[in-house]
T-cell receptor, first 113, second 113 residues
C-alpha cells in the first residue's frame, strides 16, 4: 500500500466537516475508491470516482479528484459519531494478468463532542 | 443476502500448526482475493484468483497457499503457522468486468502463539 498514501489519523468535532486526503502514484488508474471499515468488520465501499471526473457527490459525501496532482479527497459533511471508522483510499491498477486494487494504509477518523 | 462469508471468525494456533481459512461468495463473482491487515500497514494482497481453477501471487504470498476448485470458494492455507502470520485476514470478491469494486467479508482474526 505504499504507493497510495494517507495520513493515519484525523479528529473532528461532531457536526463539522471531515476531509480525508489521499495521494496515489499511477497515472493510468481509472477508478478510485473510498472504503469505510468499522471496528470488527470488513471494508464497505462508500463511493468511487472515474478518473475523468473532477467531483462526485452522494448525500453527505463529496469526492474531489485532482488528476494532475494525483490527489483524491473525501469530504463528509455534518460528521456524526457513526462516521467513526477507518477510511481507505484505493486505486485500480491494471497488470498483465488482471486489474488490481491498491489500498492506502487507512485514515482513522475520530469524532469529538 | 450473504455476500462474502469467511469462516472461522477467530482462531488461535500454535506455531507449526496448519489450518485453512474458507471464503465463500454467492454473487457469482469471477475474481477473489485474500488480504491480510496489520496495524499501520493497510491491506496487503496475499493471493488472488481470476477464475475457477486459477490462482496468482500477490504482494506477500510466502507461507500461504490457495485453491479455487469451485468458483464460489477461495481457500487460504497455512501449512506451518508462524507468529508473523498473526493478523486479520480479509477475503474479497468482485465481478470480472474491469474496475468493478471489491466486496469484502468480515474478516478472520488469527493469532499464532
Amino acid at each position: 500500500g505504499e504507493d497510495v498514501e494517507q495520513s493515519l489519523f484525523l479528529s473532528v468535532r461532531e457536526g463539522d466537516s471531515s476531509v480525508i486526503n489521499c495521494t496515489y502514484t499511477d497515472s493510468s488508474s481509472t477508478y478510485l475508491y473510498w472504503y469505510k471499515q468499522e471496528p470488527g468488520a470488513g471494508l464497505q465501499l462508500l463511493t468511487y470516482i472515474f478518473s475523468n471526473m473532477d467531483m462526485k457527490q452522494d448525500q453527505r459525501l463529496t469526492v474531489l479528484l485532482n488528476k494532475k496532482d494525483k490527489h483524491l479527497s473525501l469530504r463528509i459533511a455534518d460528521t456524526q459519531t457513526g462516521d467513526s471508522a477507518i477510511y481507505f483510499c484505493a486505486e485500480s491498477r491494471f497488470s498483465s494478468s488482471a486489474s488490481k486494487i491498491i489500498f492506502g494504509s487507512g485514515t482513522r477518523l475520530s469524532i469529538r463532542p | 443476502n450473504a455476500g462474502v462469508t469467511q469462516t472461522p471468525k477467530f482462531r488461535v494456533l500454535k506455531t507449526g500448526q496448519s489450518m485453512t481459512l474458507l471464503c465463500a461468495q454467492d454473487m457469482n463473482h469471477e475474481y477473489m482475493y485474500w488480504y491480510r491487515q496489520d496495524p499501520g500497514m493497510g491491506l496487503r494482497l496475499i493471493h488472488y484468483s481470476v477464475g475457477e481453477g486459477t490462482t496468482a501471487k500477490g504482494e506477500v504470498p510466502d507461507g500461504y497457499n490457495v485453491s479455487r476448485l469451485k468458483k464460489q470458494n477461495f481457500l487460504l492455507g497455512l501449512e506451518s503457522a508462524a507468529p508473523s502470520q498473526t493478523s486479520v485476514y480479509f477475503c474479497a470478491s468482485r465481478d470480472g468486468q474491469d474496475n468493478q469494486p471489491q466486496h469484502f467479508g468480515d474478516g478472520t482474526r488469527l493469532s499464532i502463539l
